[in-house]
């Protein structure tokens, strides 16, 4: 397992912006799955953007199409949630994860995923 620590939460009004990051430590990131998870009080966990190894493939849930970007760095080993327009149901916990299986190139399932950090909590007011 990998090392991953997020930062990057806070509060704030609705229509503001936040950017999450999320640091590995050790080798391999660049070619990690990366993800971003949210967990909201009593429901599920559910994933809100994941990245391929390069980049060049990502997933956005529908509630945040047109407002999140996920991105990577991987000469900094860090991905990025670029969070805009936030609306008070984006608050969650929210969680960076990250995929080592060889192969795997895109997926929103949970047990995909080995490493996950603590999360940051980002909350939104109305």
């Known amino acids: 397992q990998v090392q991953l620590e997020e930062s990057g939460g806070g509060l704030v009004e609705a229509g503001a912006s936040l950017r999450l990051s999320c640091v590995a430590a050790g080798r391999g990131f660049s070619s990690y799955v990366m993800g971003w998870f949210r967990q909201a009080p009593g429901k599920e966990r559910e994933a809100v953007a994941v990245?391929?190894?390069?980049?060049?493939?990502?997933y956005y849930t529908d509630s945040v199409k047109g407002r999140f970007t996920i991105s990577r760095d991987n000469t900094k080993n860090t991905q990025y949630l670029q969070m805009s327009n936030l609306k008070p149901e984006d608050t969650a916990n929210y969680y960076c994860?990250?995929?080592?299986?060889?192969?795997?190139?895109?997926?929103?399932?949970?047990?995909?995923?080995?490493?996950w950090g603590h999360g940051t909590q980002v909350t939104v007011s109305s």
């Open positions: 990245i391929s190894w390069s980049g060049l493939n990502t």
């Open positions: 994860a990250a995929g080592q299986r060889s192969g795997l190139v895109l997926s929103t399932k949970i047990s995909d995923f080995d490493s």
